[in-house]
């Protein structure tokens, strides 16, 4: 279980994160959701240690991230950031290869190289292996990427925005092998999703922040209403429900507005 007690992060006079509790338990998919600017990918950086504590603690199993050098604690997790912009010349291959470096020691073993052809096979991405990391679009670097952290065989998992230049094909196989990985291997899960609709297909908890704060926690039937997102977004929704249950989000244009 990942743990959060009152966590807060300023930098320069900005609160970026206020005052956090949470308890994140393992086998779960938890997504983050909330408007720009409002701490989402603050709180990824802060949990993988890019970004310091002003107060409060982070423990994963009980171990406390202040008891841990920090090398340590970030082998704990496969974290996939927002930017995937990618200047590298090496072939895709290598890249998911070093997915694995804490523990290649120099030395590509026949294991290791098996696992990262399995990694680009599940996600049906084999015949992207020896093309240049660089010669890739936005979408196929975010599917490389996600093969590169599954690699990692980590405990916990954090992807920020990773759908955001997919077609709607590859957003639903990436979250699917997402969601199915993450109850087989008993992951703790966070992802940062602007898709409100996706998210409330695959969280089995929905965080929803605003102005680093949190403004509510669970299950989408239990979070998601049309109050809530139209005052979190500033716009009109209207809310229903699919065949599962499951709540979906529809805009409504406000009347006058110029197209």
Do not use: C
């Amino acid at each position: 279980m990942l743990e959060l007690h009152q966590l807060s992060v300023t930098i320069g006079s900005q609160p970026l994160v206020r005052d956090l509790s949470l308890q994140l338990k393992p086998g779960q998919l938890h997504v983050i959701i909330g408007p720009n600017g409002t701490g989402k990918t603050s709180l990824l950086r802060t949990l993988f240690g890019e970004l310091p504590l002003q107060s409060g603690d982070l423990r994963f199993n009980q171990k406390s991230r202040a008891e841990m050098p920090i090398t340590q604690w970030r082998q704990l997790f496969g974290y996939m950031p927002q930017n995937t912009q990618s200047d590298l010349e090496l072939s895709v291959l290598e890249v998911v290869v070093l997915g694995r470096l804490e523990r290649l020691k120099l030395r590509l073993s026949d294991e290791d190289l098996r696992a990262a052809l399995a990694a680009l096979a599940d996600l049906g991405i084999t015949h992207l292996a020896d093309r240049p990391m660089n010669s890739l679009s936005g979408g196929q670097r975010q599917m490389v990427l996600f093969a590169q952290v599954l690699l990692r065989e980590p405990k916990m998992m954090m992807l920020d925005e990773p759908v955001s230049a997919l077609d709607l094909q590859h957003q639903m196989q990436l979250m699917e092998h997402l969601h199915a990985k993450t109850r087989a291997n008993d992951w703790v899960t966070l992802v940062v999703l602007h898709d409100l609709n996706l998210a409330a297909q695959f969280a089995d908890q929905l965080i929803v922040l605003a102005d680093g704060q949190l403004q509510a926690f669970g299950h989408p039937r239990e979070v998601l209403d049309a109050a809530l997102i139209s005052r979190l977004y500033q716009v009109p929704v209207e809310l229903y429900h699919d065949r599962d249950g499951l709540p979906y989000i529809r805009t409504v244009r406000r009347a006058g507005q110029i197209a």
